[in-house]
């Protein structure tokens, strides 16, 4: 297994040109009672690219959705206010599919014209909560998790869950609790015969790990087992996928925040291959590493959030869109 201190700073939002390595970081402890946070600027979530090669991804904290043009180095506001916006997705024509929270609810953008449409803000007549990731499939069908916050109102769903999207707009739950705890991450094999979830509950004795199961034709799943067990450190938040199947997960901290959530898995982009075992390893070193996507002309370029940076890796292997 190769660790390779090779991610590239790409960008950061607070106007850095430079970041220091690893090696060159000074020790840091959430637990120094002289430092205490005064302002969180901004925390990058979902990145996705688009056809012209752009990288559009999610600025939760201004509510903002951004895009970085590689080829000069600028960046601008797409959308000022995403509707807490989080995970993003090109899907397959050229559409951009946004996971919202004010109000919860998938749409899709026309990146050309800015027409959105609503996609899904219910099911069976209860209110989504807070959808957080999304992928699709070869047939056109999306899906994404959704979690509900610390408060739960009457007209909202009250679970965990993972939902799919056809084409025809018709809604189905695949998932929900209490079978999985906190879905984040959610991706599909290339072949579309198994789908990859991530539990990232923070709380001790629950599930930090990478779920797979068989996907059926219909979109249906089925025959769980634990790909990957994070526990007791952190879990992965997003992910995504490589043309071999080999899955691209965010996971770990540099700092503990007062979670349950230890620092045993490292903070960076662990590569799984499709029989469970880590074949590389990709060192992140900036709190809080959140979501991966490829891009580049050869899909071998992964682009990476975390805290206020969008970071990129040189992949070995071309990646996918999802």
Request: glycine share 8%; net charge negative; with cysteine.
């Amino acid at each position: 297994m190769r660790s390779i201190a090779a991610s590239t700073l790409l960008l950061s939002l607070l106007g850095c040109s430079a970041a220091p390595t690893p090696e060159a970081a000074p020790k840091a402890s959430a637990d120094d009672p002289r430092v205490e946070v005064a302002a969180s600027i901004t925390f990058t979530e979902g990145p996705t690219v688009y056809k012209d090669g752009s990288v559009f991804f999610s600025e939760m904290r201004s509510n903002r959705t951004m895009r970085y043009f590689p080829e000069d180095g600028h960046y601008e506001t797409f959308r000022a206010d995403a509707h807490g916006a989080n995970g993003l997705l090109f899907d397959s024509e050229w559409r951009l599919i946004s996971c919202e929270t004010t109000p919860p609810r998938i749409t899709r953008t026309n990146v050309e014209t800015g027409e959105v449409e609503v996609l899904a803000d219910s099911y069976e007549g209860k209110r989504l909560h807070q959808p957080n990731d999304v992928t699709f499939d070869a047939k056109g069908r999306l899906y994404f998790s959704d979690r509900p916050g610390e408060t739960i109102e009457p007209d909202q769903t009250g679970v965990f869950a993972v939902y799919r999207i056809d084409p025809d707009g018709t809604i189905d739950r695949i998932l929900s609790s209490p079978d999985i705890q906190m879905p984040n991450g959610v991706i599909i094999s290339p072949d579309d015969k198994i789908l990859y979830l991530i539990e990232a509950h923070p709380d001790a004795d629950h599930a930090r790990m990478i779920r797979a199961y068989d996907l059926a034709e219909d979109g249906t799943v089925s025959n769980m087992r634990v790909f990957h067990d994070f526990y007791p450190g952190r879990s992965g938040d997003g992910m995504t996928i490589d043309a071999e199947g080999n899955l691209w997960v965010c996971a770990g901290l540099l700092r503990t925040r007062g979670t349950s959530e230890t620092l045993d898995t490292q903070a960076g982009v662990h590569v799984f291959a499709p029989s469970g075992e880590r074949i590389d390893f990709y060192p992140v070193w900036e709190d809080t590493i959140t979501n991966a996507a490829f891009g580049g002309p050869d899909l071998k370029t992964l682009y990476v959030t975390a805290g206020k940076t969008l970071f990129q890796i040189q992949s070995p292997r071309p990646g996918t869109r999802r």
